[in-house]
């Protein structure tokens, strides 16, 4: 709520250019923070900006890879391709190996803190939200990062580090504490920006565009109700879901206990139907399953789906930077390292790049990867 407007108004500085390599240091870093091979991640990244390119040039009005299907375009729907990656995909892996649920019996009173917890957590508490919502603003699974490095900070600092890993309150609060504060950072470079900083926020990216809503430096002029809506409605869902998830915990349990065969199938439903529901067309539900099958051999193979979801959100927004810059650059392409904004970032994603190259790096990404795993 502080640093937006602030923000929004160094933003309007950006030109094309900039845009365009920020988007493309976006991509890297969640590719540099990608489980398992770096070479897979930029595969997948590579087909979700393909898949951004389906359907009408934007500038000439051409179609590009519809072949002759009417349904192509308008491009592939969003929607379809996250219900097939993430729910069709997911219920294909756990069929084939459904995982074990462990209820744990407790009562209301057992759940909430008590003065000594808020006594030894008050610390955590404070520092896992300050460094979550710096790590949340930086493109690339943010919350990911800022729970372990608010779990090593808060052990390093502890006198008694020998109490992690055995339920200490400070190990549980920070990580904690930052997950949900990167999440709330997370929004400035969406709502100021336009750009995504993570999968989630790719996804509400494509939400607003549904809805005719461009996020970037204007919106707040343009549109100061949805944002100031926005900011009330971090407030009051916080508090709403306080008041709600308590007393609701006895029935949220019993959900885990329903059985996987009447699981499942309703979890389809609710796929096919959300899938159909954004244009009424059954090709979007052939779409779904096809992208859920994909998702299933993606995971056999090591194939993360992540990389894929924002590189096709980011796609037409990163060819339209793209075009825009080489077309007020005359076609010269030294456009991108003339900008001192674009130069930096281009840097810095050729680095993430070359990190296999560099021992001490890809070592690096490799524990985080593992972390995060």
């Known amino acids: 709520m502080l640093l937006a407007p602030t923000l929004a108004r160094w933003a309007v500085t950006f030109g094309p250019a900039d845009y365009f390599s920020l988007m ?5 870093v969640l590719t540099y ?23 009408l040039d934007s500038i000439t009005g051409v179609p590009r890879l519809t072949f002759d299907r009417l349904e192509l375009i308008d491009g592939v729907g969003l929607v379809p391709i996250v219900m097939g990656l993430f729910g069709i995909a997911e219920i294909l892996n756990n069929l084939e190996r459904p995982p074990v649920r462990q209820v744990l019996a407790t009562g209301l009173r057992h759940l909430l803190p008590s ?10 508490l404070s520092r896992g939200s300050v460094l979550g919502f710096f790590l949340g603003i930086l493109p690339g699974g943010g919350a990911v990062i800022s729970s372990f490095l608010s779990y090593a900070m808060e052990k390093r600092l502890s006198r008694t580090p020998e109490r992690f890993g055995k339920g200490a309150i400070e190990g549980v609060a920070g990580p904690e504490a930052a997950n949900n504060a990167a999440a709330g950072g997370a929004f400035i470079p969406l709502l100021t920006l336009g750009i995504p900083p993570n999968v989630v926020m790719a996804l509400l990216l494509g939400a607003f565009i549904v809805h005719g809503v461009q996020p970037g430096p204007l919106l707040m002029g343009q549109n100061p109700g949805l944002f100031w809506g926005i900011v009330a409605s971090m407030y009051i869902g916080n508090v709403l879901l306080l008041i709600l998830n308590l007393p609701l915990i006895g029935m949220w349990v019993q959900v885990l206990k329903v059985p996987y065969k009447l699981l499942f199938p309703l979890i389809t439903l609710f796929c096919v139907i959300g ?18 099958v994909l998702g299933y051999s993606m995971r056999k193979f090591g194939y993360e789906p992540a990389p894929l979801v924002l590189a096709f959100v980011l796609g037409p927004l990163m060819e339209n930077n793209l075009r825009k810059s080489l077309i007020l650059s005359q076609g010269d ?31 690096k990404r490799r524990r985080i990867a593992l972390d995060g795993a």
């Open 24 to 28: 493309i240091l976006g991509l890297c």
């Open 33 to 55: 923070l990608s489980h398992g091979s770096l070479l897979k991640a930029l595969v997948m990244a590579m087909l979700g900006l393909i898949l951004g390119l389906i359907g």
């Open 115 to 124: 003065r000594q917890d808020w006594k030894q957590s008050a610390g955590a």
């Open 275 to 292: 899938a159909y529901s954004v244009s009424g067309a059954i090709f979007d539900i052939y779409i779904m399953i096809g992208f859920g």
């Open 333 to 363: 392409f030294t456009v991108f390292v003339t900008r001192p904004i674009s130069l930096t970032c281009l840097a810095l994603a050729a680095l993430l790049l070359l990190s296999p190259l560099i021992p001490w790096l890809n070592k």
